[in-house]
């Protein structure tokens, strides 16, 4: 889907991934970023959330919670990350990145909560009583205590979550949430969040807000009428600079941002946007049958905030973005294991064994068995691998 935005925007990774590749840099199925695009994206959005009053924690999951990539973020200028779960927050520390917001998408678990709070999240969501007592607990033990931190995953009729994402307290009952929030050792209400608060319509082509976005907005005017002042309001979902005024407009005091940092929110696949593709998806044939050429898998990620589409990649064993170098791949259905991808060899110029295949997808790395890796210099035109990691932010024993 941004393998044509990618050769717009930036053919030179593209061409680097391959060149690197071939020269054995690279690792086939590696999600290769390009970091110089990386921070000037996060500044970017920096810029836009400040202009708009935002406190931004920055999603890495999606490329691997990369240590080079979390850099390549802080150097634009965002110095938090939100952690979406216990390894995000370990690997995001290890690169040196203070930890903004713990505890969702998944909450932590109850052995991990010591460390959890040994980390010092800024903020800390909750979805029930009995986390929230663990939270404190462990926040109190750690001298952590005395900081309003937690905030209040709420629910409500007619809200939007993916399946496996439910949970929370009602919205309905956010005062009383609050009240006993604050009544935890350790802890104290800050303010509540849900996810998705916004979404990307393919019908409409844009982004829209959700159900959930209304949810905040209501439980926000039930608490300031109840006496509470500076309520955090963490809205994410499919953040860029193109919506963080309107997020701000809608009341959010928090973005974080993810796709965004390399270009790849759906909005991105439709209109240029001050951030640029930052990523592609790099791998190599490994052998040709019956008039396929298998190139090798493990991130082979099709988002499903999609519809179908002819999937393309550059094949190639010379630097190349263009058209010419442009072959269908029939990708394993998501229940299948993804070992390899079947790319159409018909017709001349067909792809040989080693050649390099570069992808643009929507990468989900920390779901993938696939490396990640780091490109510095690629502005300047002195384009340098960093250290290859694996899917889980560690780095990697390759080759």
């Not at 809200?159 to 609050?178: I, L, N, Q, R, S």
């Not at 998806?281 to 589409?309: K, Q």
């Not at 990708?331 to 001349?348: E, H, V």
């Not at 890796?373 to 990697?396: C, E, F, K, N, W």
Request: charge should be negative; include cysteine.
């Amino acid at each position: 889907m941004f393998l044509d935005v990618l050769r717009r925007r930036n053919p030179a990774l593209i061409e680097a991934a391959i060149a690197l590749h071939q020269a054995g840099a690279l690792p086939a199925n590696c999600t290769v970023i390009d970091l110089d695009a990386v921070t000037e994206n996060a500044r970017a959005i920096r810029e836009a959330a400040d202009a708009a009053g935002l406190k931004v924690f920055a999603m890495t999951k999606q490329m691997g919670r990369n240590g080079d990539f979390i850099r390549a973020v802080a150097a634009g200028g965002i110095g938090e990350a939100v952690a979406v779960d216990m390894e995000c927050a370990r690997a995001c520390a290890n690169a040196g990145m203070r930890i903004g917001h713990l505890g969702h998408l998944v909450q932590v678990p109850r052995a991990e909560a010591d460390a959890a709070a040994a980390l010092g999240p800024r903020y800390w969501t909750v979805f029930n009583d009995e986390k929230a007592a663990e939270a404190g607990a462990a926040l109190a033990a750690a001298g952590q205590g005395g900081e309003k931190r937690f905030l209040a995953r709420l629910f409500a009729a007619g809200d939007t979550f993916y399946k496996g994402h439910e949970g929370g307290f009602p919205a309905e009952e956010a005062t009383a949430v609050a009240d006993r929030l604050d009544a935890i050792e350790g802890g104290g209400f800050a303010g509540i969040t849900t996810f998705p608060a916004l979404l990307f319509d393919p019908q409409a082509r844009r982004i829209r807000p959700t159900h959930n976005a209304e949810t905040l907005r209501r439980a926000a005017e039930a608490l300031a009428k109840a006496g509470r002042r500076d309520i955090e309001i963490n809205a994410p979902g499919t953040t860029s600079s193109a919506v963080l005024p309107a997020l701000a407009e809608a009341g959010a005091t928090q973005c974080e941002p993810g796709h965004g940092l390399t270009g790849t929110t759906p909005l991105h696949a439709l209109e240029d946007l001050p951030e640029r593709p930052a990523a592609v998806y790099l791998t190599e044939v490994s052998h040709l049958h019956a008039g396929r050429a298998y190139c090798f898998g493990g991130g082979l990620y099709i988002d499903p905030v999609f519809p179908d589409y002819d999937v393309k990649a550059i094949v190639s064993r010379e630097p190349t973005s263009a058209a010419t170098a442009l072959r269908s791949v029939d990708i394993p259905p998501p229940a299948a294991i993804d070992y390899y991808g079947m790319i159409d060899a018909s017709g001349s110029g067909a792809p040989e064994v080693g050649d390099s295949v570069v992808f643009g997808f929507r990468q989900q790395a920390f779901v993938t068995r696939a490396y990640t890796a780091g490109i510095a210099g690629l502005s300047a035109g002195r384009p340098r691998v960093g250290a290859i990691h694996d899917a889980y932010g560690r780095q990697a024993g390759w080759p």
